[in-house]
Nanobody, 118 residues
């Protein structure tokens, strides 16, 4: 089991920046993929970004060039640096840790609210 706790959300003006953090309760070295998802009111949860254990990253088209995902294995933490925020980025952001296996094990955080508004 891995417990995940997100932090760093809040209210920011359009064009501003936030950095989300997701702290894991144990080493993420054995985790194959760490990711950030978001869910806006009335919409399905969608992938924002993920990073593999080898360091490969992938981003949703809507955030490419604005968001950056990274990890600090020593702190068992994954970050999401969000720049040039837009109102459409408003959502609850969730952290995911995925361990490959049979079956695949997914662990989710409780979510952190990000609101982009003037």
């Amino acid at each position: 089991q891995v417990q995940l706790v997100e932090s760093g959300g809040g209210l920011v003006q359009p064009g501003g920046s936030l950095r989300l953090s997701c702290a894991a309760s144990r080493s993420i070295f054995s985790i194959n993929v760490m990711g950030w998802y978001r869910q806006a009111p009335g919409k399905q949860r969608e992938l924002v970004a993920h990073i593999t254990r080898s360091g490969s990253t992938d981003y949703a088209d809507s955030v490419k060039g604005r968001f950056t995902i990274s990890t600090d294995n020593a702190k068992n933490t994954v970050y999401l640096q969000m720049n040039s925020l837009k109102p459409e980025d408003t959502a609850v952001y969730y952290c995911l840790a995925r361990r490959f296996g049979v079956p695949v094990s997914d662990y989710w955080g409780q979510g952190t609210q990000v609101t982009v508004s003037s």
